[in-house]
């Protein structure tokens, strides 16, 4: 049976080139998403027209419900080996000015919602005995950063991070569990080239990445039966600046 991969926030940027990546690889591809039902099939149709295979789950994942039931619908319609957690939220969030209201919606998606997918990730893994699984868990580089005006989302980024040690020991052996830390991949739709420029010039190594990083570091992590509770910087050297 063709392994599987349930991507969460996979129809647009980074997770929709993760999707499509990991579809030309083999895998059918489980996308998860919220609101942009255009958008979503257009995702699904484009790997399934490029010869690949993946199916829409709509879920909410600040909703415990949904998740569970999301996890029902693939146990239901086929199986799960690998969950790479990608669905986050940003925005500015300085800490002496972030509302209540804003700090629960970025630490139920970032990482709440990573916390309760993994769990039912391992229990649906679990459920076949012949089988090893693995998580991966996207951070970023600025969870090593302290940046003030994002202070609300790097501290939930963060925590990933060392929720991601703690899966790591939860789960072995049966599964392992990794994250990854992107840099300067992909620019905001907001943000302009100067910016841009300006930002990539501060990396260790002058430039920004490229999405192909982090489909290298997916890769590595895929193949590398021997590695776990580790977290990847995909950054250029930007958390060193």
Known sequence: MTESVL????????????????????????????????????????????????SLIKADLQDTDEIIRMFDFIRENGELTTLINNAAIFYRSNLATLSVTDWDRLFDINLRAVW???????????????????????????????????????????????????????????????????????????????TWKHLSSETLLKKSGEPEDILNAVDYLMKSDYITGIDIPVDGGYRWK
């Not at 990546?21 to 699904?44: I, K, R, S």
């Not at 600025?142 to 940046?147: A, D, F, L, P, V």
């Not at 072995?172 to 907001?190: M, Q």
């Open 7 to 54: 991507i969460t926030g996979s129809v647009r940027r980074l997770g929709k080139i993760i999707a499509c990546h990991l579809a030309d690889l083999g895998y059918h591809v489980w996308l998860q998403y919220l609101h942009d039902d255009m958008e979503a099939e257009n995702t699904c149709q484009q790997i399934n027209r490029a010869g690949g295979s993946a």
């Open 116 to 194: 309760l997918c993994s769990r039912e990730a391992a229990k649906l893994i679990g459920e076949n005995p012949t089988k090893s699984g693995l998580i991966i868990n996207m951070s970023d580089s600025g969870s090593y950063q302290y940046w003030r005006e994002y202070g609300g989302y790097t501290l939930s980024k963060a925590a990933v991070r060392d929720l991601t040690i703690l899966l790591a020991k939860t789960f072995a052996p049966k599964i392992r569990v990794n994250s990854i830390s992107p840099g300067l991949i992909l620019p905001e739709e907001s943000m302009d080239e100067k």
